[in-house]
């Protein structure tokens, strides 16, 4: 029997944002004083083999590599520490976290919520579920992440300005969550560009060695029905009007 098997489907998906200084920089923003996350809704995710990440026209798509850390228990306001992350934490995936980074921009220039940018569906690629305790140190792994072949990311979880722990602290001190959500720990520099017709491959390494149920194999495809699939002006017009 394979031990490939997917995580459970979240109800609530917490993301970190700006928790790696080099990738604060190169979107131009600010280091926040305290960790910074939006949620993603649960049927952005696309688990593995169930097809491709579907793109809107007009669309400026961005890939962003992530640990993911799968929620053990109801947890509401935990406040533990690295050594006890085995309380509130049962597994981990790897994700990547999909922007429609001209969406993302256009809302924030208004003061507006990301959700258009960050929630359509398959805008949330997961790995297989890694068990617990095949990463001794998730603060000390390898994230990475292709295009066609072309690394992309790359870089170790130990350059997280805010720990697992803090993230898990300030989200649960904000609302509970609940067995088998997720929550999104931040990426590493080096986001940028998809198009239609486009493999992005991710995963991560513990202590150099690749990770199987971290691997992600995932095309890029034009989305042909629904919001974004309509010709490319139109939907730029139509969104821009909105705001």
Not at 42 to 61: N, Q, Y
């Amino acid at each position: 029997m394979s031990r490939l098997i997917p995580p459970h489907l979240p109800r609530t998906i917490a993301c970190v944002g700006r928790n790696f200084a080099d990738h604060i920089k190169e979107l131009g923003n600010a280091q926040p004083t305290e960790p910074f996350y939006f949620l993603k809704p649960a049927g952005s995710v696309l688990f593995p083999g169930e097809g491709p990440v579907l793109m809107p026209r007009g669309c400026d798509l961005h890939y962003e590599v992530e640990l993911v850390a799968v929620i053990k228990r109801d947890t509401d306001v935990w406040k533990g520490g690295r050594d006890e992350l085995g309380e509130v934490v049962k597994g981990w995936c790897v994700g990547i976290d999909m922007t429609a980074r001209n969406y993302q921009e256009a809302a924030k220039k208004k003061s507006l919520p990301w959700s258009l940018s960050k929630g359509f569906k398959t805008f949330l690629p997961l790995s297989h579920f890694i068990p617990f305790d095949l990463i001794p140190d998730p603060h000390n792994v390898e994230l990475h992440l292709e295009v066609n072949g072309q690394q992309r990311q790359k870089d170790s979880t130990n350059l997280m300005l805010f720990d697992i722990a803090k993230l898990l602290e300030h989200v649960t001190g904000v609302m509970p969550l609940m067995e088998d959500d997720l929550l999104l720990t931040g990426t590493p520099k080096g986001v940028g560009k998809v198009v239609p017709g486009d493999r992005m491959t991710a995963g991560l390494k513990v202590e150099g060695v690749e990770l199987e149920e971290a691997r992600i194999d995932v095309l890029v495809e034009e989305r042909s029905d629904g919001y974004g699939s309509e010709d490319a002006m139109n939907v730029k017009a139509k969104y821009e009007a909105a705001l």
